[in-house]
């Protein structure tokens, strides 16, 4: 069992930047594969990007390649999302979930858990 708990979540100006941090519980997280996802209100939960648990490459929805950074510190159990040059098509919920050794990362219903969101909201 994995417990994830999402912080860093608020309303910031477009152009602006956020952090979202993730926090898991257990000893085995190095072995797990991390994502984030965000939900905006009245569509469908969405990958927004993704790292292996195996280290190496990082996964992005094309909309935010070149702004957002997911990163995973297995020391401490912590995954982050740097936001850069937000938008108000990035408002949303945003989700951390985890599953353990997997290799599909795009895949929302591959992930066994979930935390219970931030709410991210970017003003015009």
């Known amino acids: 069992q994995v417990q994830l708990v999402e912080s860093g979540g608020g309303l910031v100006q477009a152009g602006g930047s956020l952090r979202l941090s993730c926090a898991a519980s257990g000893r085995t997280f190095s072995s797990y594969t991390m994502g984030w996802f965000h939900q905006a209100p009245g569509k469908d939960r969405e990958f927004v990007a993704g790292?292996?648990?195996?280290?190496?490459?990082?996964y992005y929805a094309d909309s935010v390649k070149g702004r957002f950074t997911i990163s995973r510190d297995n020391a401490k159990n912590m995954v982050y999302l740097e936001m850069n040059s937000l938008k108000p098509d990035d408002t949303a919920v945003y989700y951390c979930?985890?599953?353990?050794?997997?290799?599909?990362?795009?895949?929302?219903?591959?992930?066994?858990?979930w935390g219970q969101g931030t709410q991210v909201t970017v003003s015009s």
């Open positions: 790292i292996p648990w195996s280290g190496g490459s990082t």
């Open positions: 979930a985890a599953r353990r050794f997997m290799s599909t990362i795009r895949t929302e219903s591959a992930y066994d858990y």
